[in-house]
């Protein structure tokens, strides 16, 4: 084995979870059922990424409900730039009125 390379890149590879089964994870170290050493063994990873996929899904369990309350926001900023270029073009068009003599 050489020294030069990185231990990471001779042994395992990173595994990379998917948004859906660290939820899954998470919701099953909140539900309390079992301790996080057992989640860790179940779901074969280890028991620090079952605690912080568990914080993070507690902290962030707030914005599931966050854009689902009341009508969507109207977009006043667009209607108010729509109804300024109405003002401008109909005072061109009094004026160009008047100027042509109609």
Do not use: C
């Amino acid at each position: 084995m050489s020294l030069e390379g990185n231990s990471m890149t001779e042994g395992k590879k990173r595994k990379v979870h998917s948004a859906d089964f660290k939820a899954k994870v998470a919701l099953e170290a909140v539900r309390n059922e079992m301790t996080i050493n057992e989640i860790a063994q179940k779901f074969e990873v280890h028991p620090m990424m079952v605690r912080q996929w568990k914080k993070e899904f507690l902290d962030n369990a707030g914005s599931v409900f966050a854009n689902k309350r009341g009508p969507k926001p109207v977009e006043h900023a667009k209607e108010d730039a729509l109804y300024g270029e109405i003002g401008r073009l109909k005072m061109e068009l009094d004026w160009l009125k008047k100027k042509s003599g109609l």
